[in-house]
């Protein structure tokens, strides 16, 4: 990645980071090293709100993209446990909420491992991530609690009744 652009993305120097990609769009889709996280993933990581919704704003197909571990943007939100985050990401593409990553977690299984319990409530209060249990298939709400993963949300955060 640019040294330039990351930078901007440390720092949270929005207009920079606007100047760049101005002058070339190719910085969008530009990835960090092995780690191939999108300056999507490294604004999130550095909880910049108003970076991240002029990220979005720009490329709105930067909310799926993966990094090497098979991770999405929210998936690092919920790592952190950034609410206005969670919820930009989640009107941008609310289907990333179901997204597995390469060790077979979705983002709420992360925020409630992490426990981040604000997050946990902001998932269970979502009707777009409840109404994903429709198709039969478990929502992103069932596999922290599923068997194997009891122990570690229970360990990890308070259940919400």
């Known amino acids: 990645m640019d040294p330039e652009l990351f930078e901007a993305i440390e720092v949270n120097d929005k207009q920079t980071f ?6 070339n769009e190719g910085f969008l889709s530009q990835k960090a090293g092995e780690s191939k996280n999108t300056v999507l993933h490294l604004a999130v990581r550095f909880g910049h709100v108003e970076l991240v919704s002029e990220i979005i704003k720009l490329s709105p197909d930067l909310v799926a993209v993966v990094n090497n571990r098979q991770e999405s943007p929210l998936h690092e939100a919920c790592r952190q446990g950034i609410a ?6 989640l009107e941008a593409n609310p289907w990333v909420a179901c997204m597995f990553n390469s060790e077979n977690q979705t983002p709420f299984y992360i925020a409630c491992r992490y426990g981040h319990c604000d997050v946990v409530k ?6 777009r991530v409840r109404d994903f249990e429709g198709d039969g298939d478990p929502s992103p709400l069932h596999m922290p609690l599923s068997p194997g993963h009891v122990g570690k949300a229970e360990n990890n955060f308070i259940l919400y009744a």
Not at 122 to 127: A, E, R, V, Y
């Open 18 to 23: 606007i100047n760049l990609v101005q002058h």
């Open 84 to 89: 206005d985050v969670i919820m930009l990401l």
């Open 122 to 127: 902001l998932f269970t209060d979502l009707p």
